[in-house]
Structures are given as C-alpha cells and as structure tokens.
C-alpha cells in the first residue's frame, strides 16, 4: 500500500495510506472496512439481508478476540563497579564508559545490518537496515 504521493507511507511521512488509517481507527467491522477499501461485492446472510458485521471474526465485532494482557513498560538500570564493600543498592552497580558505549553500539549495528542482509534484505529490499531498529535507537 502507499500513500497519497506514491511511495511507501514508512518513508514518506504525513502521506500515511487512508484505508490503513481507517482499519486502525475504525469501531465498525474490520471485515467491512476491507471490503469497501478492497472493492470486494457486499456480503449477504441466508435471509438476504445485508451483513455489515462479521460478528465472530473481527476483534471490533467480538470483543473476546481482543488482547487483554496490559503490559507496563520499566526502566532497566545498569549495575555499578564495586568500588567499597558498602554499595548502596538503590544505585545501579555499573555505567558502561564512553569506550564501552561504542563498542556496544558497533555490535548493536553489526546485528541490525547482519539481520537485515540474511533474513529482510531479499524480501523486503526497499526497507533499509534502520527499517528493523532505527540507528537513533540504537
């Protein structure tokens, strides 16, 4: 999908692609906002009717579908070096140094770049390596 300009609405931001944008903010049938964006036939139940809710398919339409684990995002800290033998333990026991930063940050690269050559770059040649982890959060 693209969006209004033509190219892929990751790498072209505020050109956001209008039928996934309504999939995510719709409250109706997931099933029926594919199908007017698909242009597929409208559906009919046995009676004729037409069916604008798939009732059991679609998290929209049975709420039951839906995710119901709430996950809570913490705040890792890194253990300090023992300097004493009396550390306090609300201080985290280690800051990596400035070296070790980079070189962290050189594995970290030649992860993403390595994961995208061996498992993304064939399949999806058009997203780059920050396509996985952007280099900012790396």
């Known amino acids: 999908?693209?969006?209004?300009?033509?190219?892929?609405?990751?790498?072209?931001?505020?050109?956001?692609?209008?039928?996934?944008?309504?999939?995510?903010?719709?409250?109706?049938?997931l099933y029926h906002v594919l199908d007017i964006h698909l242009e597929n036939p409208p559906r009919y139940d046995e009676s004729g009717a037409r069916i604008i809710r798939c009732v059991t398919r679609c998290s929209n339409c049975?709420?039951?579908?839906?995710?119901?684990?709430?996950?809570?995002w913490i705040m890792e800290t890194f253990p300090e070096h023992k300097t004493t033998s009396a550390v306090s333990s609300s201080k985290p026991r280690y800051i990596p140094t400035q070296s070790d930063q980079a070189k962290i940050l050189e594995k970290?690269?030649?992860?993403?770049?390595?994961?995208?050559?061996?498992?993304?770059?064939?399949?999806?040649p058009l997203y780059g390596p920050d396509s996985l982890v952007s280099g900012a959060d790396l």
């Open 108 to 124: 970290l690269m030649t992860w993403q770049m390595e994961t995208w050559k061996e498992e993304w770059m064939k399949d999806w």
């Open 62 to 72: 049975n709420p039951n579908l839906r995710i119901q684990q709430q996950l809570t």
């Open 1 to 29: 999908m693209t969006g209004d300009d033509g190219g892929l609405s990751m790498t072209s931001p505020k050109f956001e692609d209008p039928p996934l944008l309504d999939i995510l903010h719709t409250s109706d049938c």
